[in-house]
T-cell receptor, first 111, second 114 residues
Framework: GQSLEQPSEVTAVEGAIVQINCTYQ??????LSWYQQHDGGAPTFLSY????GLEETGRFSSFLSRSDSYGYLLLQELQMKDSASYFC????????????FGDGTTLTVKP | DTEVTQTPKHLVMGMTNKKSLKCEQH?????MYWYKQKAKKPPELMFV???????INESVPSRFSPECPNSSLLNLHLHALQPEDSALYLC?????????????FGPGTRLLVL
């Protein structure tokens, strides 16, 4: 089977840096995705890592270590609008190409 | 155009009603998905269509019936639903059904079953 673990809640202040971790168990791993979802909205894609290392997209970066079955999403220069739920999702060949989502991390950014 | 559209945005239906949810994408994607999401929970996969053929059915009750009329459209027909089926129903699409595919989500239909 597959499983993902991420913290349920994280709180930080505006301007700070926050890291949301995700550990996973799967076989036939393809890659790890991150999605952002605001209350009442739909998930939006943030990043995808298939290889080890850091991918940077503006204020957001995502890291993957395949050997450790671990990844994280790094959010810099936090803004109030970053308050949302963040889901990691794993793709593998054992799940026929579908994404399995973690339970999500609720990020609250305070002034 | 990286947009997936869904109609209606909101739907209230009784347990004896029949209704349909619609999803459309014009990105040339060949895989389309239906997810169900309850509040404070991750999206749960229901169905996957690949090249207009149903490739994954996650043991969804038969009161949910998907249909893919063509490569741009995906419907979800609803009949005799239960109150516990109230949720946000999300449609998504991706280039292919495969391991490395980014999924683009529509805004969802918020369904309430009375």
């Amino acid at each position: 089977g597959q499983s993902l673990e991420q913290p349920s809640e994280v709180t930080a202040v505006e301007g700070a840096i926050v890291q949301i971790n995700c550990t996973y168990q799967t076989s036939g791993f393809y890659g790890l995705s991150w999605y952002q979802q605001h209350d009442g909205g739909a998930p939006t894609f943030l990043s995808y890592n298939a290889l080890d290392g850091l991918e940077e997209t503006g204020r957001f970066s995502s890291f993957l270590s395949r050997s450790d079955s671990y990844g994280y999403l790094l959010l810099q220069e936090l803004q109030m609008k970053d308050s949302a739920s963040y889901f990691c999702a794993v793709n593998s060949d054992t799940n026929a190409g579908k994404s399995t989502f973690g339970d999500g991390t609720t990020l609250t950014v305070k002034p | 155009d990286t947009e997936v559209t869904q109609t209606p945005k909101h739907l209230v239906m009784g347990m004896t009603n029949k209704k349909s949810l619609k999803c459309e994408q014009h990105m040339g994607h060949r895989a389309m998905y239906w997810y169900k999401q309850k509040a404070k929970k991750p999206p749960e996969l229901m169905f996957v269509y690949s090249y207009e053929k149903l490739s994954i059915n996650e043991s969804v009750p038969s009161r949910f019936s998907p249909e893919c009329p063509n490569s741009s459209l995906l419907n979800l027909h609803l009949h005799a639903l239960q109150p516990e089926d109230s949720a946000l129903y999300l449609c998504a699409s991706s280039q292919e059904r495969g391991g490395a595919e980014t999924q683009y989500f529509g805004p969802g239909t918020r369904l309430l079953v009375l």
